[in-house]
């Protein structure tokens, strides 16, 4: 395996997982800044009201995208096992 191979299966590799990963954080980041948000103003401070929003939030979103995120997972991963052969060279 060459260098530039290498680095360019790595860019992929980080490229792919931080697209799997930015929807369920940036819900979780905006969930978290809206209860806190809320929290500021009413001045209630329930420790379940900032875990609960934020779970259902992500299972919500989890169930919305998991058909694609499985999708890329599987497509990325099918074209790195045909790229073995170009690895051993």
Same mark, same amino acid.
């Given at each position: 395996?060459?260098? /530039?191979?290498? @680095? /360019?299966?790595? $860019?992929?590799?980080?490229?792919? *997982?931080?697209?799997?990963?930015? !929807?369920? +954080?940036?819900?979780?980041?905006?969930?978290?800044?809206?209860?806190?948000?809320? #929290?500021?103003?009413?001045?209630?401070? /329930? #420790? &379940?009201? &900032?875990?609960?929003? $934020? *779970?259902?939030?992500?299972?919500?979103? +989890?169930?919305?995208?998991? !058909?694609?995120?499985?999708?890329?997972?599987?497509?990325?991963?099918?074209? @790195?096992?045909? $790229?073995?052969? /170009?690895? @051993? $060279?």
């Amino acid at each position: 395996m060459n260098p /530039e191979f290498a @680095v /360019e299966l790595l $860019k992929s590799t980080i490229f792919h *997982a931080v697209s799997l990963a930015a !929807p369920i +954080l940036l819900v979780a980041m905006v969930l978290g800044l809206a209860v806190s948000l809320f #929290q500021a103003v009413t001045t209630i401070h /329930e #420790q &379940t009201l &900032t875990f609960v929003p $934020k *779970a259902l939030g992500i299972v919500a979103v +989890l169930i919305l995208l998991l !058909p694609w995120m499985l999708r890329t997972a599987v497509e990325f991963t099918t074209l @790195v096992i045909e $790229k073995i052969p /170009e690895m @051993v $060279k």
